[in-house]
């Protein structure tokens, strides 16, 4: 069983940064790949990033492709989303997620959720 809690969203302008954390219980944190979704209001929950166990690999959805840079830090049982250039567009709730040891990208096939945490963006 893991915990997920998010943290560090928040109001910013268009062009800005914000950097997200999700801080998860439990010792096996390092055996888990850790994703990063969004949802906006009326739309499905989709992929934003993810990363493999031992942070070693790394895969973004397109729209984030060089704004967005996932890292985890195993030691502190903690993943990390920092997110710059931001657009109006990136507003959503944003929700960290783990999965087993594979790599994979469909919001069903993770086993864990956290609550969530409010990205808004403004232009």
């Known amino acids: 069983q893991v915990q997920l809690v998010e943290s560090g969203g928040g109001l910013v302008l268009a062009g800005g940064s914000l950097r997200l954390s999700c801080a998860a219980s439990?010792?096996?944190?390092?055996?888990?790949?850790m994703g990063w979704f969004r949802q906006a209001p009326g739309k499905e929950r989709e992929f934003v990033a993810c990363?493999?166990?031992?942070?070693?690999?790394?895969y973004y959805a397109d729209s984030v492709k060089g704004r967005f840079t996932i890292s985890r830090d195993n030691a502190k049982n903690t993943v990390y989303l920092q997110m710059n250039s931001l657009k109006p567009e990136d507003t959503a709730v944003y929700y960290c997620?783990?999965?087993?040891?594979?790599?994979?990208?469909?919001?069903?096939?993770?086993?864990?959720w956290g609550q969530g945490t409010q990205v808004t963006v403004s232009s």
């Open positions: 997620a783990a999965e087993g040891t594979a790599i994979t990208f469909p919001p069903s096939k993770y086993l864990y």
């Open positions: 439990g010792r096996t944190f390092s055996y888990y790949t």
């Open positions: 990363i493999s166990p031992s942070g070693g690999s790394t």
